[in-house]
Structures are given as C-alpha cells and as structure tokens.
C-alpha cells in the first residue's frame, strides 16, 4: 500500500468519478495503491446508508480499496496521539484521531483535503491530494 485516504476523498471519488481531484491524483501517480482506515469505511457507509445509495453499487465501489484494521499498536498509538494532542491543545476529531493513528501505524501519507487539522498531529504525513505536486 502506498497511501491511505481520508473520507473527503473517497466521498469526492464516489461524487466525481474520473472527472474530480481524486481521479487526477490517481492519474499522477499510476499503480499506486490507495488503502482506507476501517474508520473511513464506516463513514462513507453511513452516508451512503443516509443517502439511501443502492447497497450494491456502494459495495462494488468501496470493495476496490483494501480496508486497514485497528491492532493493538494502533490502539497504543491512538491512546498516545491524544494525550499528546491535549497536553498542547491542539484535539482533533475522534474519527479523524483513528484516520490518524492508521496513518501512523501503517507509515503511509494520508490523502486528504483537511490539512489543517491532520497537521496537528506530529509526525504524521499529510498530502493535499488537489495540489498538483504531490509527493
């Protein structure tokens, strides 16, 4: 796996298809394999499931990225982001502390569209996918 995404991103590839930003980074860097926290999984299904998407086709599309799982260094690591993040007062999101922790876990950059609040986190690799000079 080469990178992990943010729910923005997988939301924007659902909405866009090959038209969107999402697409255009894919087309940058060809082969790359693009993964998503379990997290993001369950986020882009509530939505679907709000939105009332046909089950089927959400599967056929969300099935293609291989989903990462929490293990016991992610949980130690989560545990360990957040206590960091509070002693400077910089709290992130509970989901996005997950999407972090994963990225962590996994040492892969996370796409995404939030910067601002994914480098919060030391350490943690953070890719504007809509810029054009990505990585």
């Not at 957040?82 to 796409?111: C, F, K, V």
């Amino acid at each position: 796996m080469d990178f992990l995404i943010d729910t923005n991103f997988l939301i924007g590839r659902w909405r866009s298809g090959k038209t969107g930003a999402e697409q255009a980074f894919i087309n940058l860097h060809p082969g790359a394999a693009i993964g998503l926290p379990w997290i993001v999984k369950a986020e882009f299904l509530r939505g679907a499931e709000l939105a009332a998407h046909p089950a089927e086709e959400v599967a056929s599309f969300i099935d293609r990225y291989p989903v990462v799982w929490p293990d016991e260094e992610t949980l130690r690591i989560y545990a360990h982001t957040y206590a960091e993040l509070m002693h400077i007062n910089q709290i992130i999101g509970p989901h996005d502390l997950w999407i972090a922790a994963s990225a962590l876990r996994t040492e892969l950059p996370l796409l995404t569209r939030n910067v601002s609040e994914f480098s919060r986190v030391p350490d943690l690799r953070v890719e504007d996918y809509t810029m054009t000079n990505t990585l």
